[in-house]
């Protein structure tokens, strides 16, 4: 199979999946896993694609969400362990502000057994934490974005400024060295800003496919929460880039 035919494939295969890794590529088109690295690389250099560990996965435009049905069965592995990694983060007693987004609907499912209070800035994280029988669940007001149900605008806002929060447990659409934390929501942006202004500290959740991209619009400077954590596909480099500025970074690996 010619280059031009192999990239046409790889092309065709993104548009169907998430990421797609080297050795199925490989697989499917017979070349050698070498010759898939180089035919990914050509593909990135072009804006096509965009490398991760062991593969690839679609170039999103930074104004462009990908919904969320389809983030909530990306990487699944890596966004339960980042979660179990963040929660033994969590002393019981303390009070949460915990954000929208996949990753951060994990570690609402393992605080149902906390002592905790929790206020949830998503419908999703509310309804999971509903009959939760230790948890003191408080509900922000304000306006739920429609599929995402992320809470945003002025009320919910306002809910965020009355109440101090011992941790925030933040999980951004997209983080970068340069760009920090990033969503591709305005209002989203400027909800997750509050939260961070009314805590003590701050738990940020990347799995290794947020890594190095930026969405529209900011939130924070990377090096602005306590402690990121991430999983082994996350850039190694950068992690130690990130810790070399005083963020304290969990890689939190899968279980098997």
Do not use: Y
């Amino acid at each position: 199979m010619r280059g031009n035919e192999r990239q046409r494939l790889i092309v065709e295969r993104l548009r169907g999946a998430q990421q797609v890794t080297v050795a199925e590529l490989a697989e499917v088109t017979g070349a050698s896993e070498m010759t898939v690295r180089r035919d990914l690389d050509v593909l990135a250099a072009h804006g096509v694609l965009r490398r991760v560990h062991g593969g690839a996965v679609p170039a999103t435009p930074s104004g462009v969400e990908p919904p969320f049905a389809a983030r909530a069965v990306s990487a699944p592995g890596a966004k339960k362990a980042i979660a179990r990694a963040a929660v033994e983060l969590i002393r019981d007693g303390e009070t949460i502000v915990l954000d929208s987004g996949t990753t951060a609907l994990e570690v609402a499912r393992l605080l149902r057994d906390r002592a905790v209070t929790v206020m949830p800035l998503s419908l999703h994280a509310v309804t999971e934490l509903l009959d939760a029988p230790r948890v003191r669940l408080l509900v922000p007001g304000g306006e739920p974005r429609p599929g995402e149900l992320a809470m945003i605008g002025p009320l919910t806002l306002a809910s965020l400024r009355m109440l101090r929060f011992d941790v925030a447990v933040l999980s951004p659409c997209a983080f970068d060295l340069e760009a920090g934390l990033t969503a591709f929501d305005l209002h989203d942006a400027e909800v997750k800003q509050q939260a961070i202004a009314v805590s003590a500290r701050s738990l940020v959740l990347v799995d290794g496919a947020k890594w190095d991209r930026a969405a529209l619009a900011h939130i924070c400077a990377a090096d602005r929460p306590d402690v990121v954590v991430t999983d082994p596909t996350a850039p190694e480099d950068q992690r130690r880039a990130l810790a070399e500025r005083g963020v304290l970074v969990h890689v939190a690996a899968e279980e098997h």
